[in-house]
């Protein structure tokens, strides 16, 4: 199974900053990486689909890159609605895996 | 508008099994993966299952292999997991997930149901 690891594990901005997020896929992944958005109590928000492509209807503050095992997640300023997990997906081979989480606080 | 609504959960002794199922409505159901996502109280989010468009492909995380079963019955647009041999660490929200794709496999999640709850008790 493709194991992903997102780091870090949790992190305190504030509003305005630039936050980065990185997942590691433990194998090629090509650009199969998807990025989800959760506050409590919410179901997930597809942000990034494909390493890059932003999913329709979010916010243009986000993106992201990355291609092979090594990815990342941009915030290019955050915003108090920004607040919540952020987790990294895998969707080139079954089983599809998640990474931890990385949680985020302002 | 899209929607899936879950249904199904409840408390179950270890070993018992569930039956849970999703009904889509808002878009073409035969034409989209689907899979079930769970999150066990305070922990991050796992793929359990998932299954192509066509009900011919199906996939299992390694967890719960040879005991959860996924289906579809595209005539009713509705999604089935039935969960046997359940222990504690199943215990969990389920989500019934949209794939962007026809298949299960390579594409994203973007329609997330409600969820619904298992808990696994004696």
């Known amino acids: 199974d493709i194991q992903m690891t997102q780091s870090p594990s949790s992190l305190s901005a504030s509003v305005g900053d630039r936050v980065t997020i990185t997942c590691r896929a433990s194998q090629n992944i090509n650009n199969y990486l998807n990025w989800y958005h959760q506050t409590p109590g919410k179901v997930p928000d597809l942000l990034i689909y494909a390493a890059s492509t932003v999913q329709s209807g979010v916010s243009s503050g986000f993106s992201g890159s990355g291609s092979g095992t090594d990815f990342t997640l941009t915030i290019s300023s955050l915003q108090p609605e920004h607040f919540g997990t952020y987790y990294c997906q895998q969707t080139y081979s079954t089983p599809l895996t998640f990474g931890g989480g990385t949680k985020v606080e302002i | 508008e899209v929607h899936l609504v879950e249904s199904g959960g409840g408390v179950v002794r270890p070993g018992g099994s569930l039956r849970l199922s999703c009904v889509a409505s808002g878009f073409t159901f035969d034409d989209y993966g689907m899979a079930w996502v769970r999150q066990g109280p305070g922990k991050g989010l796992e793929w359990v299952c998932g299954?192509?468009?066509?009900?011919?492909?199906?996939a299992y995380a390694d967890s719960v292999r040879g005991r959860f079963t996924i289906s579809r019955d595209n005539a009713k647009n509705s999604l089935y997991m039935q969960m046997n041999s359940l222990t504690a660490e199943d215990t969990a929200l389920y989500y019934c997930?949209?794939?962007?794709?026809?298949?299960?496999?390579?594409?994203?999640?973007?329609?997330w149901g409600p969820g619904t709850t298992v808990t696994v008790s004696s």
């Open positions: 997930a949209k794939s962007t794709g026809r298949s299960c496999t390579y594409y994203g999640v973007d329609v």
């Open positions: 299954i192509h468009g066509d009900g011919d492909a199906t």
